[in-house]
């Protein structure tokens, strides 16, 4: 498929989310040819030095009207590719395509194995994996009068919400009731609460986060949980105790570390999802044919690989037929057209996407590996 007119040219210029890049619409696009041209780079003298080894070598394989298009895809994002980085700026992916007229550049906070490939496709697996440890979460700090939101946004940390209420503790000799001053003082706390339920609602809606962590002292964060609505309430990863008047670098530390927690207990309970549906019979896949079949028919619900799974194979540029390795025709039997050797996990995953399947990478998994390091949780 050919990308869209508004899809052409996407320049960002600050540090964005990987959760921000449109991933679905790049496993959309391939051509017959190799036209895009795909960078992963650090934006410091090592990586320009790699990248610079990397294209020289691409340049002296390819020859004719490759290598030409090859030599202006540099050079349309050259300026992006060997450049200082911008302000919290660690790394940066560029797809460029100069037969396509096309060009994107997405700045990151984080960290990327520099690397250079020219395919029929934007080389998308990298970001895969990194989408997968970077989903972007909320914490919230709460007490009985403070609250602080944070959106973790691929190590990008943005407060986003900072509400406060005043309560007395006490009341002078010979004024209100005490039961009085009890009442006031709970009605407060729960307008408070309320107050930052909207906020939480306000920022989470639309957004495709992890998961929301709550931390705070004492008995507001239950409290709060309770006023959640149960679509809120679904994402809470836990309620944490800690220490009152926490700095921000702590909270987000905390955050971080049991995101990364929930994360691995998320995908350990994905493989173990996929080894019960295989001993139970359940509608399920494994190994890359079957896989590759159940993708074809649109009957994959959730994608489940292990994180550093290669598998050579082919893959026909025209009816993209992929076949597991084996060595490549120079013609599709199906089609005859032309062939390309490809990371069979590369094209699996962009046919997830394609297909609306959920993609699970695992980082280490007995089972997962005794049955082709992939598979599948099946819709039927």
Known sequence: MQPEENFLKIIERRPISVMDIDVKTLASIYDERDVYLTIYTTLNDSSHRYIKKRLSIMGDVVDGELKENLMKSVEMAEEYIFCNPLPGERSRIIFSSYVKGFLHVYPLAVDVEPMAVLDTSPYLLPLAKLRDDYEDYAVLYVDSSTAYLYMVRSDIVEKVSHLKTYLK??????????????????????????????????????????????????????????????????????????????????????????????????????????????????????????????????????????????????????????????????????????????????????????????????????????VGGIGAILRY
């Open 169 to 370: 503790n006490r009341h002078k000799k010979g004024g209100m009731s005490q039961m009085r001053f009890n009442r006031l003082r709970r009605e407060s706390i729960e307008h408070f609460l309320d107050k930052v339920v909207e906020d939480l609602r306000r920022e989470v809606s639309g957004t495709d986060i992890r998961g929301i962590l709550i931390l705070g002292p004492g008995e507001a964060k239950k409290s709060l949980y309770e006023e959640l609505p149960k679509e809120l309430r679904g994402k809470v990863i836990e309620l944490l105790d800690t220490e009152s008047d926490l700095k921000e670098v702590e909270i987000v530390r905390i955050g971080d570390e049991r995101s990364l927690e929930d994360e691995v207990e998320r995908s350990m309970r994905s493989a173990e999802e996929l080894r019960e549906a295989v001993l139970k019979g359940a509608p399920s896949a494994y190994g890359p044919e079957e896989v590759r079949d159940a993708l074809n028919t649109s009957r994959v619900r959730k994608l489940i690989i292990l994180k550093d799974l290669s598998i050579p194979g082919w893959i026909c540029e025209r009816c993209q037929r992929i076949e597991v390795g084996k060595k490549p025709p120079e013609r599709c039997p199906s089609c005859g057209g032309l062939t390309s050797i490809v990371d069979v996990v590369e094209e699996l995953y962009e046919l997830a996407l394609r297909t609306g399947a959920e993609v699970e990478f695992v980082l280490e998994n007995d089972f997962l590996k005794s």
